[in-house]
């Protein structure tokens, strides 16, 4: 019999209809979230999965799951789903790297513009009808040009803002887990300091680093007070990097300028009191969001998933894993 996967919720028909090719597809109709329960329902009798950042999978999700064997991410990052638990179940992960990392890297630099020239705060304040007369002093942003950026995460897509910064005549310094090749480094004319330096030294910074135990957090109360008073700070990365409260002090109380967010702590649900922030822009994590690219990414998924499921050329090698070689089973 062909394999069984589970199409978590309707993604561009046209990309998706192959897998039809390959596999008895079940579909769910409704674009929604998934309560866990009704999660580890779908994922039971079915061999391989295709899911978004929407769909949370552990060990309590693929508890009855015993035929499942390859879950496809539509996104570069993987927190949505627990790797220990899934690897431990010989349950072979993917993603969709490469693919969005221009489409990324644009929209964080649109953030860090917007958030540092009060660009959203700026079309309030017209829209409301405050505009009678212009003024000298009216709504003064930060420069980028000739201003410190900060890249906390340089993979490809801290990169690829690291080059549009050159642009824009920023200085570029990165912290990364590991240093990169000297090389690359000079490529997207980026230097390499400590954690420390770096907030101390950016006058913007730029999240871009996957969320994991290890980066939840990372920028808390005492890092949000190692960074200057006049910087911004641009998460695209995941909620979970920034302690939200912290954030938000800092904010209202002047110790941070403002905040570029695409990610938040709890989303879809957003603080109220970020809400009521004025020197905050914040939009609803869309950072890959053109049609070119998110097609991309659905296009890679389910070929990692045909890949991942052994049927065809490249039979359990999708180009996309994420836990390869470290199956147990
Ligand atoms: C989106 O956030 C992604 O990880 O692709
Ligand atoms: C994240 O993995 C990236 O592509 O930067």
């Known amino acids: 019999p062909r394999p069984r996967v589970w199409l978590a919720r309707p993604l561009f028909e046209d990309i998706t209809a192959r897998l039809d090719g390959h596999f008895d597809v079940v ?8 309560p866990p329960a009704a999660v580890a329902g779908h994922l039971r009798e079915i061999d391989g999965a295709l899911v978004t950042l929407s769909e949370k999978i552990g060990a309590e999700e693929i508890a009855g799951a015993a035929r499942l064997r390859a879950i496809a991410n539509v996104a570069v990052g993987y927190d949505n789903l ?13 993603n969709t790297p490469d693919v969005l990392t221009e489409t990324t890297a644009d ?18 304040w017209l829209r409301e009808g405050r505009w009678d007369r212009w003024s000298f002093d009216r709504l003064l942003g930060a420069d980028l040009h000739g201003s410190t950026l900060g890249i906390l995460g ?8 690291a080059r549009r910064a050159g642009g824009f005549d920023m200085r570029v310094l990165y912290h990364n887990r590991s240093r990169l090749p000297a090389e690359t480094e000079s490529a997207c ?6 954690f420390a330096e ?3 030294q950016a006058d913007h910074l730029m999240l871009v680093l996957p969320y994991t135990a290890q980066t939840h957090h990372v920028i808390d109360a005492a890092a949000l007070a190692k960074m200057k008073p006049t910087a911004t700070l641009v998460n695209i990365a995941r909620g979970g990097i920034v302690d939200e409260p912290a954030l938000i002090d800092a904010l209202a109380h002047g110790r941070l300028a403002a905040a570029g ?21 914040l939009t609803p994590h869309i950072a890959s969001a053109s049609p070119a690219t998110r097609r991309a990414m ?11 499921l052994g049927c065809g050329p490249d039979a359990g090698r999708p180009s996309a894993p994420v836990n390869a070689g470290k199956m147990k089973r």
């Open 107 to 124: 929209f964080g630099f649109a953030l860090l513009m917007a958030t540092a020239r009060r660009i959203t705060e700026a079309e309030r």
């Open 189 to 194: 004319k980026a230097r390499y300091v400590g």
């Open 261 to 281: 967010l695409d990610v938040y702590e709890g989303e879809p649900a957003v603080r109220p009191e970020l809400l009521a922030l004025r020197n905050v822009v």
């Open 27 to 34: 579909r769910t109709p409704v674009e929604d979230r998934y």
């Open 198 to 200: 770096l907030l101390a």
């Open 154 to 161: 340089m993979g490809r897509i801290g990169q690829g803002i």
């Open 298 to 308: 659905v296009a890679l998924a389910v070929d990692n998933l045909i890949a991942a």
């Open 82 to 94: 627990d790797l220990p638990a899934l690897t431990a179940a010989g349950v072979l992960v993917t």
